[in-house]
């Protein structure tokens, strides 16, 4: 990244996460007591953001949002401050309902379902976004599928997203876009026009099987040359110099010379997992802080993998991340999987 800018923009879901902890995920026509509940930040744009100030507090972070004047609008701006981020970009609309989620993990295997009430966030457009007097390096902007208006048609562009995209990258800045697994045709319809407009790509495995059209995960198995063949395919249809795909069992990165870099995930004791909610969030944010910070493509992956394996420890997105040099620790004491086996793509 380019040494005369720092840190990072965020835009896109600012949402209240309403997390509760069930016994299990229940059959309907069921009752099921709820044993614990609480309220933080959530959305791509919040975790990103706070992420990043957690694990490396010297990288400063802004962010662009949309949130109504209501105690969930209230909750995350306070968030924002409480982080130290810049929220002179971040738009309250009275008019609106602050964009809020109810966030289900079932304490029997940690899984999590999200149900949603969008409203302000299918309000953003991209009006909202000045990057007038950004000195960031890269705006991390999502989430496609959860924003009417972006979602859609805009000035002769396919959608908000590629419009915001396009000014971003005329204001100097790099772009990295966070998605999620949604419907494989909602998937390559929202994020295949944007490809063209991004410096950066880091998702999961499900998620780049369906930008390429490919078999990824089969029977709940990551197929690793899938992967790989799938983040060929997509890097030929965009302007990345990064691809990433991460997945249960590590991450592969793909360079734009072809250049291909794995790095397994930690042994992090499913005892100890509290919830996998904002862990690819957790998994972005250690790596572009290793990117921010000039290591190497393989070190990066390593910082991924360590961030995402410490906020495992929380039901919420972010309350158990720490700083890098806490989540690095956290993974030498549990250890590394075996290296991946890359196959032939």
Not at 62 to 73: F, N, Q, R, S
Not at 187 to 200: E, G, S, V
Not at 321 to 329: D, F, G, I, K, R
């Amino acid at each position: 990244m380019s040494s005369s800018r720092s840190g990072f923009i965020t835009g896109g879901t600012w949402c209240v996460d309403h997390n509760m902890v069930l016994p299990r995920w229940p059959e309907e026509e069921t009752a099921t007591r709820i044993l614990s509940a609480n309220a933080q930040g959530g959305g791509a744009g919040c975790n990103f953001a706070v992420d990043i100030r957690r694990l490396a507090p010297e990288i400063p972070v802004a962010t662009v949002g949309l949130c109504g004047e209501d105690p969930d609008g209230r909750l995350l701006r306070g968030v924002a401050t409480d982080h130290g981020i810049d929220i002179s970009r971040f738009h309250v609309d009275p008019a609106l309902r602050t964009h809020r989620t109810m966030a289900f993990t079932s304490a029997e295997n940690g899984r999590r379902t999200h149900i949603f009430e969008a409203d302000a966030s299918d309000h953003l457009t991209p009006d909202h976004f000045d990057f007038d007097g950004v000195t960031a390096r890269m705006l991390h902007l999502g989430l496609p599928g959860t924003h009417a208006r972006l979602d859609g048609p805009w000035q002769g562009d396919p959608s908000g997203w590629v419009s915001v995209l396009k000014k971003a990258r005329a204001a100097g800045l790099r772009t990295n876009m966070e998605v999620m697994s949604i419907p494989r045709d909602d998937l390559r319809r929202l994020i295949l026009p944007c490809l063209p407009h991004l410096d950066y790509l880091v998702v999961n495995d499900y998620e780049i099987g369906a930008f390429a059209d490919l078999q990824t995960v089969q029977g709940g198995a990551t197929s690793v040359p899938g992967v790989i063949a799938a983040l060929r395919r997509v890097m030929e249809l965009g302007s990345m110099e990064i691809a990433v795909a991460h997945f249960p069992g590590g991450a592969v990165a793909l360079d734009r010379s072809g250049g291909v870099q794995s790095h397994p995930s930690t042994r992090f004791p499913q005892t100890e997992v509290k919830g996998t909610n904002g862990a690819g969030d957790a998994f972005a944010a250690g790596f572009f802080c290793g990117h921010h910070r000039g290591v190497a493509l393989r070190d990066c992956l390593a910082y991924a993998h360590a961030a995402a394996a410490a906020s495992l420890r929380s039901v919420d997105t972010y309350g158990a991340v720490e700083s890098l040099e806490a989540c690095l620790a956290l993974a030498a004491r549990t250890g590394w999987r075996d290296a991946l086996e890359l196959g032939a793509a």
